[in-house]
């Protein structure tokens, strides 16, 4: 299997790359095409967007996470049954990890679209300016000619003679203009500290969020050329990734892994790793369910927006009562970010579960970043000194800062750091990991399960 794909990235955030890959995938949807989408880095909203417009489940590609040499594996995977794949990058195209010395930096866009080998479309937001396209366009294709620009699609276009114009500045810069997409407010979509609102909570309105961004791309883009241009990516290396291959079966325990409005940041490997490992995954959503399921061995809570819900989830008391009681008979408890949240004794001073001493409340400090973290004991998920990649996103702090002991530690430009916290079987952080580049935590969690 080879399959066909193109990555959209842009010259910096901001420029209408959900937008365009969102109407995207509903147009290819809508005239018949199997589409998978992918987005690069730990990014948990856009995702959601695309899973909606591609009828889907939408993939994290994130080298930084997971390893360079999963990617190509992970998008084969994804990609089974589609006709074609739709990448979106993260920030700007050449962004990626500060500080490495690599000639395209460790994680970007253009790092990703080497991986898969496939061809770059530049989402350009043209408002405020006409020939000078034409020599952005050509520093990028030029910048690192092995990274290969093929093609652009022009937003935010304001009338028929800017986008002429801008046609001919892209013809002398020597790229095609796959499509021009009008200046239009229909397409927005509410935003938040930590970014866009997620589709989850969205509803009905991200519904018709992406209705929109379809019949705007429908009507502005050449989707025959952006196919055509997608058959021209290389031969993608290896095999697909198999969560078997990663994993032995342990037995039958049951999982409940939280989600709904409040907990919607999870990566679909990690469901994929506990089932593969044995584990009979059962869903509960702390918003509406005031038990946890029937015979729960183990318990992931996941991110999420719980600072948007907290009085809803504090109402709730039956479930927090039996998560509380579930957490201190020593059960491994898997709580990431708005996990920790919700285990802690308050968030903005409304009562959580009590299963930690934390509380929690918004912070004026947005904290955001890849970290390199090293265990600093043993749990459920990880033996003393392993050491993982993770991700942190939020905008909330915990009182105290960290137990002792911690779940991690790492050192960052201020100094050592120590982060999470370990009671018995319960590890809570705000590092997000990704289980594709950690099974072994997965297997090692649902044998704690089985105990």
């Known amino acids: 299997m080879n399959p066909d794909r193109v990555v959209f990235a842009a010259p910096a955030s901001g420029q209408g790359k959900t937008t365009a890959v969102t109407g995207l995938l509903g147009a290819l949807r809508r005239r018949g095409d199997r589409v998978a989408p992918f ?15 591609a009828g889907r489940t939408a993939r994290n590609l994130d080298p930084v996470l997971v390893g360079a040499d999963r990617i190509a594996p992970l998008l084969h995977h994804g990609s089974a049954g589609a006709d074609l794949s739709v990448v979106e990058g993260v920030m700007g195209l050449f962004d990626g990890r500060i500080g490495g010395d690599e000639e395209v930096a460790f994680g970007s866009t253009a790092h990703v679209s080497q991986l898969i080998d496939a061809p770059v479309v530049l989402v350009v937001d043209a408002k405020g300016q006409s020939h000078s396209l034409a020599a952005l366009l050509h520093g990028f294709r030029a910048y690192r000619p092995q990274v290969r620009v093929a093609g652009v699609l022009l937003n935010r276009v304001g009338s028929p003679r800017h986008e002429e114009v801008l046609r001919t500045a892209a013809d002398n810069a020597g790229l095609p203009v796959l499509g021009a997409i009008p200046r239009t407010d229909d397409l927005e979509v509410p935003s938040r500290h930590l970014g866009l609102v997620t589709a989850v909570e969205h509803g009905a309105e991200a519904l018709r969020a992406v209705e929109a961004m379809t019949d705007v791309v429908e009507r502005s883009v050449d989707l025959d050329a952006v196919t055509a241009l997608a058959r021209t990516a290389g031969d993608l290396p290896g095999s697909a990734w198999d969560p078997a291959a990663e994993v032995t079966p342990q037995g039958r325990p049951v999982v409940a892994v939280a989600g709904g409005r409040a907990f919607s940041f999870g990566y679909a490997e990690h469901v994929e790793l506990l089932e593969a490992a044995g584990a009979e995954v059962a869903l509960v959503d702390p918003l509406r369910d ?8 183990g318990l992931v809570l996941p991110g999420g927006f719980p600072e948007q819900h907290a009085s809803a989830l504090s109402a709730n008391t039956a479930l927090r009562d039996e998560i509380r009681a ?23 001073g409304e009562p959580m579960c009590g299963a930690l001493p934390v509380r929690a409340a918004m912070s004026p400090r947005l904290t955001l970043g890849y970290r390199d973290a090293v265990a600093a004991g043993e749990s459920p998920l990880f033996a003393e000194g392993a050491r993982v990649s993770g991700h942190e996103f939020h905008r909330t702090a915990t009182e105290p800062g960290h137990g002792d002991p911690p779940a991690w530690f790492w050192r960052g430009p201020s100094g050592a750091h ?4 370990v009671r018995g079987g319960v590890h809570a952080s705000y590092l997000h990991t990704h289980p594709a580049g950690n099974p072994g935590a997965v297997a090692r969690f649902v044998e704690r399960c089985l105990r």
């Open 326 to 348: 579930f957490a201190d008979s020593g059960a491994p408890v898997h709580a990431e970010c708005g996990g920790l949240l919700y285990l802690g004794e308050s968030l903005d």
């Open 290 to 297: 005031e038990r946890l399921p029937e015979s729960t061995a």
């Open 39 to 53: 987005k690069v880095g730990p990014d948990y909203i856009d995702p959601g967007y695309h899973r909606i417009a």
């Open 418 to 421: 120590r982060e999470g916290f």
